[in-house]
């Protein structure tokens, strides 16, 4: 059992950055990391995730160059350091992990349907 606890999350002008943390009260070093986001009335999107150990690391292409998915296992923390930040990025972040195998099912991205811990999200609002 995994739970796993966001936070970062707030009001941030065009441009700005902030870094988000998902907290894991559990095993943490057991799992692929994922973070995914969902603005209101919109499908929930997959932002980037990264593999057991931070062997690899993959991005969407609407964030990539401006997020990096970082790990510290010891702290049982994961991170999304995201800069540039534009109005279409607000929406409630979730970070959810999968079984370490699952990472690799996909060349270019991870699933949804995959992950089998979810955290209950943080907000990320970037006023136009």
């Known amino acids: 059992q995994l739970q796993l606890v966001e936070s970062g999350g707030g009001l941030v002008q065009d441009g700005g950055s902030l870094r988000l943390s998902c907290v894991a009260v559990?095993?943490?070093?057991?799992?692929?990391i994922a973070w995914f986001r969902q603005a209101p009335g919109k499908e929930r999107e997959w932002v980037s995730c990264?593999?057991?150990?931070?062997?690899?690391?993959k991005y969407a292409g609407s964030v990539k160059g401006r997020f990096t998915i970082s790990r510290d296992d010891a702290k049982k923390t994961v991170y999304l350091q995201m800069n540039s930040l534009r109005p279409a990025d607000s929406g409630s972040y979730y970070c959810?992990?999968?079984?370490?195998?699952?990472?690799?099912?996909?060349?270019?991205?991870?699933?949804?349907?995959?992950?089998?811990?979810w955290g209950k999200g943080t907000l990320v609002t970037v006023p136009s």
């Open positions: 559990g095993s943490l070093d057991h799992y692929a």
């Open positions: 990264i593999s057991r150990s931070a062997v690899s690391t």
């Open positions: 959810a992990a999968a079984q370490p195998r699952s990472y690799h099912n996909y060349r270019d991205n991870c699933r949804a349907d995959d992950m089998l811990y």
